[in-house]
């Protein structure tokens, strides 16, 4: 048996530095982990914070010529080209409604405008707009704007494809433009080619909305499995912030700002389970409902959000979490008791397991079901298991 995680390497797969204090406005991180970015509204300027040590420094930042003021930043996100760092930024021109991408580079003592690209996308409507700018497993950027329109209980969006090249140039492509589903639904992501939605008013996420990018005529309800033996059955009264995509698995950060508890909920698309992982974050709990995250090249989640604590000092902090090291950590205390009650829970195996007598499997047979539910053979009709 695998040796099991100590306790300091379980402190070490979660790092806290101080955030930005002052209104920090936007945030995101560069995917090699060593640099994260703030957009300041009062001081109209970039912040770059050193993620080893967690110290900010006010950059100077050319402000975009072609965007109109006033001007609403939705979301910023990082990319890299040619060992280049540019920041995107998606701002609403408020006098015309439009959408435009800003490319900015980042050099050490200058953030300059690489480029101002219209989308070709307005905001038509009264409503509470969400925006964000996403990546797929393989990196291709996307870009979601959506809103929610009560009367007639649909959730309508654009979806964009981009963009950057070495320069900083952006190109778009509009995938869907005023795209309405039924119902109200949330903090999508996208993976394999296929846009997923959480439910708005269902906090079990039984169901997600999927809808293909390659024909988007396919719009398809899809069940998901959850562990029953999860303490947080629903997340009800839990924020959800908005996902990342690490090892192939959707993750968001969820709290509770009374309770003061968080934890990264994780979707798997593949087998479209929904699991989570604990975080201890000792009383520096992060709450609120805007928590932005951003996913680095190893693995590991950056997020950035306001301190539970009242008398904290610092009052935002930057969160850097190994994902990994976490899901090892869980395999490890979950074996192998939990792990096949959990098994037993969201397959359809607990008819076959009952038959044998849960106590009185072996570790082999255990071992079995687990392997095959693991290879896909979940459902009854092609579950084997060969007793002792
Ligand atoms: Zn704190």
Redesign the pocket.
């Known amino acids: 048996m695998a040796a099991d995680l100590n306790v300091g390497e379980e402190i070490d797969a979660i790092k806290r530095l101080p955030g930005l204090s002052m209104n920090p406005g936007h945030f995101c991180a560069h995917q090699d982990g060593r640099i994260a970015f703030f957009f300041n509204y009062s001081k109209v300027a970039f912040f770059k914070i050193d993620l080893a040590f967690g110290v900010a420094t006010e950059v100077k930042t050319e402000w975009p010529y072609k965007i109109r003021a006033p001007q609403d930043w939705c979301s910023i996100s990082s990319v890299e080209r040619s060992s280049r760092t540019f920041i995107l930024a998606l701002i609403l021109e408020d006098s015309t409604n439009k959408f435009f991408i800003a490319s900015f580079a980042v050099s050490k003592h200058k953030i300059a405008v690489a480029d101002e690209h219209y989308l070709g996308v307005d905001y038509a409507i009264d409503s509470t707009v969400v925006n964000c700018i996403m990546q797929d497993e393989y990196g291709q950027i996307y870009c979601i704007i959506y809103y929610y329109n009560f009367q007639e209980n649909r959730t309508i969006f654009h979806l964009l494809s981009m963009n950057i090249d070495e320069n900083g140039s952006v190109t778009s492509k509009i995938i869907t433009n005023n795209k309405a589903i039924p119902k109200s639904w949330f903090q999508p992501f996208i993976y394999a080619d296929t846009l997923l939605w959480l439910p708005k008013d269902d906090a079990s996420f039984a169901q997600l909305c999927e809808i293909s990018l390659l024909d988007e005529r396919f719009i398809t309800l899809v069940d998901t499995f959850r562990d029953e033996n999860d303490d947080v059955a629903a997340f009800d009264c839990f924020r959800i912030s908005r996902s990342v995509l690490i090892e192939e698995k959707a993750f968001y950060y969820a709290c509770h700002d009374k309770l003061k508890i968080s934890r990264l909920l994780y979707f798997d698309p593949k087998k479209q389970t929904w699991q989570h992982l604990k975080i201890d974050m000792k009383d520096?709990i992060i709450i609120g409902g805007r928590v932005p995250m951003q996913g680095l090249r190893d693995g590991k989640i950056c997020l950035h959000g306001k301190?539970s604590?009242e008398m904290?000092s610092?009052k935002y902090?930057i969160y850097l979490i190994d994902v990994n090291a976490l899901l090892q950590a869980e395999i490890q205390t979950k074996k192998p008791s939990s792990t096949i009650n959990y098994k037993i829970s969201i397959g359809e195996m607990s008819d076959t397991l009952s038959s044998f007598g849960v106590q009185e499997l072996t570790t082999e047979v255990r071992q079995a079901i687990i392997d095959q539910f693991e290879a896909g053979l979940n459902k009854k009709e092609e579950y084997e298991v060969t007793a002792m």
Do not use: L
Request: some cysteine; overall charge neutral.
């Open positions: 520096h301190c604590k904290c610092e902090h």
